[in-house]
């Protein structure tokens, strides 16, 4: 093949990659199916617990960012925009999500509970209210008789800077029943107000239960090479998504928290939870998140139970499958969060373009079942704190699957909602081999699909 030949066709593989990542979230598009788990009386119910504040017929959630605010020469309708620039500090506040005009909440919910609507709902995010900011990782330390050592300081400056933050989640904590918190982790090539449609519509989806976080970190430089600057930029963000989850583990009023990542998240996530885990068993103590979490001669705590980790989601993860194992297994990083739920599919086609791109094996979230060695289904199988669900849906984009199909989105509800294990009533999934769970697209649908 030819020099110039190569170039385009590394050209039309990074487009296409561009576009099953992004397209779905980036076009104007009409509000997520109802999961069969919110149809009818079900759906009633839990929207009935929804708190008197969140029933708007907008969507809030929280985020937090570590993008640079874009440059305009206007100024944004929206408020405060955000590119994909890398800030050294974390911005944090509300962004609303629009589902269009004149929408009224008893017939969003009605719509909400059963398959055919009213009326059509677009989201889009309408306003970005910046709250604070926190983080500066550099200004924890200082240099000393020529060595590197944590500001006397530096925990009692973080804990100022945290102040505003943790009114505004106490506020939040403070009018719903369940003080618990879903952070949301996007992935490739996501410009800032993707990952805020995604987790405000599956928020709604699931009932407003508990506070939504999203964590958007500075990816969507687009271009040929922009895989490889959101790749950098996934490695930048670590830092600040571990302080952000050390700030929600000793937040008093936080029982539990969920971790939800997608796609190049996943390995944002897994990453900051592997050097966390590292700290919180005392192997760098010389860190000031390590010091967070106890003394060394302090009873030690498992790395779930530091962090109020209750289960970490790894949705479609674009992770090798050989650095999977290395570090979940060889690091006991398994040990990281109370449940770990991981969903795949072999019809997932951005994931194989990823496979394309680094020459992987595998990557874990386009595993077919014969890919994994029996050994290793012995391993999942004796692990029951770890689930591998194959998601076998079809009918929607196959890299979004989770949040965009409702047998998907139902198990994941049911999962947040319930805590209840795979293969149990409320999760009946199939076990098409030992140490694997599946789905198709009957999951979880009712009999009468719409019916009141």
Not at 22 to 38: E, K, S
Not at 74 to 99: I, K, Q
Not at 222 to 250: C, M, N, P, Q
Request: net charge neutral; hydrophobic share 40%.
């Amino acid at each position: 093949m030819s020099f110039s030949r190569c170039i385009r066709s590394v050209g039309v593989h990074f487009f296409a990659f561009g576009l099953l990542l992004v397209f779905p979230a980036g076009c104007q598009r009409t509000l997520i199916a109802t999961p069969y788990a919110m149809y009818g009386d079900t759906g009633r119910e839990t929207f009935e617990r929804t708190p008197e504040a969140l029933r708007t017929p907008e969507i809030p959630v929280i985020f937090v960012t570590d993008r640079l605010e874009a440059k305009s020469d206007e100024p944004d309708p929206r408020g405060v925009w955000y590119g994909y620039g890398r800030d050294l500090w974390m911005s944090y506040g509300v962004a609303r999500v629009g589902l269009g005009k004149n929408v009224e909440w008893a017939t969003l919910v009605d719509d909400s509970t059963r398959a055919a609507r009213s009326r059509s709902y677009t989201p889009k995010v309408v306003q970005v209210e910046p709250k604070g900011r926190f983080g500066n990782a550099l200004l924890f330390y200082e240099a000393a008789e020529g060595r590197l050592r944590v500001r006397a300081d530096a925990i009692e400056t973080h804990e100022r800077e945290l102040e505003g933050f943790n009114a505004l989640l106490s506020e939040w904590l403070g009018r719903t029943h369940r003080k618990e918190v879903v952070v949301f982790v996007h992935g490739f090539n996501n410009r800032f107000e993707h990952g805020i449609l995604r987790l405000a519509e599956a928020w709604h989806m699931a009932g407003r239960i508990g506070v939504p976080i999203v964590y958007t970190w500075p990816a969507g430089s687009g271009g040929i090479k922009g895989y490889a600057y959101d790749r950098e930029s996934g490695e930048f963000t670590v830092v600040h998504l571990k302080l952000l989850l050390a700030a929600l583990a000793v937040h008093p009023a936080v029982e539990k928290v969920h971790l939800v990542a997608h796609s190049r998240g996943t390995d944002v996530a897994v990453t900051a939870l592997r050097e966390l885990h590292a700290e919180i068993r005392g192997a760098t103590r010389n860190s000031m998140l390590g010091s967070r979490f106890g003394k060394p001669d302090a009873d030690p705590m498992t790395t779930y139970e530091a962090l109020r980790l209750s289960t970490l989601v790894l949705a479609a993860p674009d992770m090798d499958l050989d650095v999977f194992a290395q570090r979940f297994f060889g690091e006991n990083l398994f040990r990281a969060a109370e449940r770990i739920v991981i969903y795949f599919s072999d019809k997932d086609e951005a994931i194989g373009l990823a496979d394309w791109l680094f020459k992987s094996r595998r990557r874990i979230g386009a595993m077919r079942i014969e890919d994994f060695k029996p050994e290793s289904l012995e391993l999942f199988g004796a692990t029951p704190s770890i689930e591998l669900i194959e998601c076998g849906v079809t009918g929607v984009n196959s890299h979004s699957y989770l949040v965009e199909h409702p047998a998907a989105l139902s198990d994941l509800i049911v999962l947040l909602r319930t805590g209840a294990p795979a293969g149990s009533a409320e999760r009946p999934l199939t076990r098409p081999v030992k140490g694997i769970w599946g789905m198709d697209n009957s999951y979880l649908k009712p009999a009468e699909p719409g019916a009141e």
